[in-house]
Nanobody
């Protein structure tokens, strides 16, 4: 079993900033990739930002230059710094991780999500 603790969502005005955090715990041997996806009402879930354990990052086109992802490999945590937020960033943000378990299997895990609302 893998458990996520997500924090940092909320309401912010356009142009403002927020920080999301995600901490994974449980049956974890290695986290290969960790990051966030988001889903706005009526839209498909989309990539926000992910980071591999080697440091390679991948950002969604709409957030490049505004969002920055970082990871603490030893603590199984990830942080997403979101700057210059826009109303179109409003969505539920889901922590995601590709995890190799201590027991040997590799699976994709999702957190429960945290709401980010950008509005004046």
């Amino acid at each position: 079993q893998v458990h996520f603790v997500e924090s940092g969502g909320g309401l912010v005005q356009p142009g403002g900033s927020l920080r999301l955090s995600c901490a994974a715990s449980g049956n974890i041997f290695e986290i290969y990739v960790m990051g966030w996806y988001r889903q706005a009402p009526g839209k498909q879930r989309e990539l926000v930002a992910v980071m591999a354990d080697g440091g390679t990052t991948n950002y969604g086109d709409s957030v490049k230059g505004r969002f920055t992802i970082s990871r603490n490999i030893a603590e199984n945590t990830a942080t997403l710094e979101m700057n210059n937020l826009k109303p179109e960033d409003t969505a539920v943000y889901y922590c995601n991780a590709l995890i190799k378990a201590i027991t040997g299997s590799t699976d994709d895990y999702w957190g429960q999500g945290t709401q980010v609302t950008v509005s004046s």
